[in-house]
């Protein structure tokens, strides 16, 4: 997704663009290759990703009503659980009444009588974001290189080489290589990058049950609890997609099998028994490992390679990166092109110790 948007964005501006990638496009080992991902304002006091979720919302409807692909975003609304004195709640209202975001906030007595299929305690409310909601995402990307394409772009399916001095200083290489980017440059990266796998399942909706699809049930995320669940509704009807956002054990991305481990439906059954109780018994129809590529704090690296002139690096999406994709290759092209540049993109600002504080 990082290398689709940059790529197009450069190519709308009137550049000669080449974009490779080994695998293809949204490829199974890729961390854009999923069914669907969340966009969302709601960052807490980060509301530097506030403004970027909302410039990109703007992006990706705008480019979804322009190539006639309206169904790749789906405004199912995004469901954000609180607790009371909920620090980042408190700063996520801010935030989004300082952006002129529309959100309600639900009391725990309006959120069980708007959703009852959500078995949440008594002191549970949430943040509704109506504008918010899910991008298909595998789709999406393959939608941004094709109008690349379309509009000029070169894609080859091949690997871009790390780079080497000779390289002509008029060519800009852009790594956007997500996951892949320690392997490319482990002397700067290897030991910034933390990559985590991350285990999702669908679960079958009963059959005749609207509980669960839109418009219905929103996107939600369940952050209070211990494993820091989120999922969707019942999206082109693939079932109601379960995960949890705690970062699990180091992955390959290469060579990772891809099956769920044993213990992962028992958790999220245990966990629907309790949160979505219609739901506890439900089968599992389909299941998903991707990797969260993770920098220090969840910040992402934008920025020029510390060795050459004409090296940039993007990446860093660390489990919440998808949807920025259209704004990071507006910064990026702005960079490029002698704007200024944010100082938590760069790669001094990141860490060897993960501490993550964006959510
Ligand atoms: C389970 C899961 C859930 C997530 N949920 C959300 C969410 O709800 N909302 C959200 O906003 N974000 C979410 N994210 C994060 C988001 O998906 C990632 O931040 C984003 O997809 C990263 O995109 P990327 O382009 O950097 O990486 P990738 O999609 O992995 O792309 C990197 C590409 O680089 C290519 N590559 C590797 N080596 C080379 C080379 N030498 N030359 C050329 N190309 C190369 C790879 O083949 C790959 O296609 C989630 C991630 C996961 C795993």
Redesign the pocket.
């Known amino acids: 997704?990082?290398?689709?948007w940059i790529a197009y964005t450069l190519r709308r501006a009137g550049h000669t663009v080449t974009l490779?990638?080994?695998?293809?496009?949204?490829?199974s080992?890729?961390?854009?290759?999923?069914e669907?991902?969340?966009?969302?304002c709601c960052y807490g006091a980060d509301e530097i990703y506030t403004r970027m979720?909302q410039r990109s919302l703007t992006l990706w409807t705008d480019f979804f009503a322009a190539t006639k692909r309206p169904q790749l975003f789906q405004r199912t609304g995004v469901l954000w659980l609180t607790e009371p004195d909920d620090r980042h709640a408190n700063a996520s209202r801010l935030a989004l009444r300082d952006a002129k975001i529309d959100f309600e906030d639900l009391s725990p007595a309006e959120l069980r009588r708007r959703y009852p299929q959500i078995n949440a305690p008594s002191h549970v409310g949430a943040i509704l974001e109506r504008n918010a909601g899910?991008?298909m995402?595998r789709q999406a990307?393959q939608a941004v290189v094709e109008e690349f394409v379309r509009i000029g772009g070169i894609h080859r399916q091949?690997?871009?080489?790390?780079p080497q001095k000779e390289r002509t200083a008029t060519d800009i290489l852009i790594?956007?290589?997500?996951?892949?980017?320690g392997?490319?440059f482990p002397e700067i990266l290897s030991s910034r990058l933390f990559l985590t796998r991350?285990?999702?399942l669908f679960f079958g909706i009963p059959p005749g049950d609207a509980r669960f699809q839109p418009p219905q049930l929103p996107?939600w995320l369940d952050f209070g609890t211990e494993r820091g669940m989120?999922g969707f509704p019942d999206l082109e009807t693939r079932g109601f997609k379960l995960?949890s956002?705690r970062h699990g054990p180091p992955i390959d991305?290469d060579t990772a099998d891809r099956l769920v481990s044993a213990g992962t439906a028992q958790q999220m059954r245990a966990y629907l028994a309790e949160r979505f109780p219609a739901l506890a018994s439900a089968p599992v129809v389909d299941a998903?490992v991707?990797?969260?590529?993770n920098t220090s704090n969840g910040d992402f690296i934008i920025d020029r390679h510390p060795a050459y002139e004409n090296v940039w690096l993007?990446?860093?999406?660390?489990?919440?990166?998808?949807?920025?994709?259209p704004a990071i290759a507006e910064y990026l092209t702005g960079v490029l092109s002698g704007g200024s540049a944010e100082q938590r993109f760069s790669l001094a600002s990141k860490k060897t110790v993960q501490s993550r504080t964006v959510f």
Do not use: N
Request: with cysteine; proline share 6%; net charge positive.
């Open positions: 997704m990082f290398g689709a490779f990638d080994p695998y293809g496009t949204a490829h080992r890729a961390s854009s290759g999923g669907s991902r969340i966009i969302r979720a899910a991008l995402a990307v091949v690997a871009l080489q790390p790594y956007a290589c997500g996951p892949w980017l392997k490319l991350q285990e999702i996107v989120y995960a956002d991305p998903r991707c990797q969260y590529e993007a990446g860093g999406g660390s489990g919440h990166g998808f949807k920025h994709g």
